[in-house]
């Protein structure tokens, strides 16, 4: 919990999201247990109606990958995809990771990542504003994110973070 609250995340999305802490044992891939363990890891299930994947981050600074994914699991979903559904005028952000996605919740999906060609069909079907704010080194590939949807009829742009800047570590305005 520390960790997850240091990150400025709010008990209300990480319950809201799903959001749970292994603190010691085998962990479940697929509902099979594997010998690979996820103690010490926060797990973000994927799936908005039904669990289709997890993604995991190590919140003891002692794993070799801080970030593991269940198997199977491609890069080319989003993260909190009914988002794009929400017609409004306001934006919904699209960022690198789940974590950053909590963090702008409930206005935020993520690419795992960085964004794919898979991504760019449902981010011009949103029905509402698409901002790019990838972390502080991509911001000029959140740019040209952002101008290829304007192009492709959808209102559309980018933030530039400073370098080294995460868009979970910047304060939100409501």
């Given at each position: ?21 292994a ?14 363990s ?13 669990v ?6 190590d ?10 994914y ?34 702008l919740?409930?206005?935020?999906v ?16 949103a ?5 790019f704010?990838?972390d502080?080194?991509?911001?000029q ?22 370098a080294?800047?995460d ?8």
């Amino acid at each position: 919990r520390d960790y997850l609250l240091g990150r400025g995340l709010r008990a209300e999305v990480l319950r809201e999201a799903g959001v749970g802490v292994a603190e010691a044992g085998v962990g479940l891939d697929a509902g099979v247990l594997k010998r690979r363990s996820l103690a010490g890891r926060v797990i973000i299930p994927i799936g908005e109606r039904a669990v289709l994947g997890w993604v995991s981050r190590d919140y003891t600074g002692r794993a070799e990958r801080p970030y593991l994914y269940s198997r199977g699991m491609t890069r080319d979903r989003l993260y909190n995809d009914g988002a794009l559904a929400v017609s409004t005028d306001r934006p919904v952000y699209v960022v690198e990771g789940v974590l950053d996605a909590l963090a702008l919740w409930p206005d935020a999906v993520a690419v795992f990542g960085k964004p794919l060609e898979a991504h760019v069909e449902p981010l011009v079907r949103a029905k509402r504003p698409v901002v790019f704010v990838l972390d502080g080194d991509a911001w000029q590939e959140g740019w040209a994110w952002g101008m290829k949807l304007r192009f492709l009829g959808q209102r559309s742009g980018s933030v530039r973070l400073e370098a080294r800047v995460d868009p979970d570590e910047v304060d939100r305005v409501a």
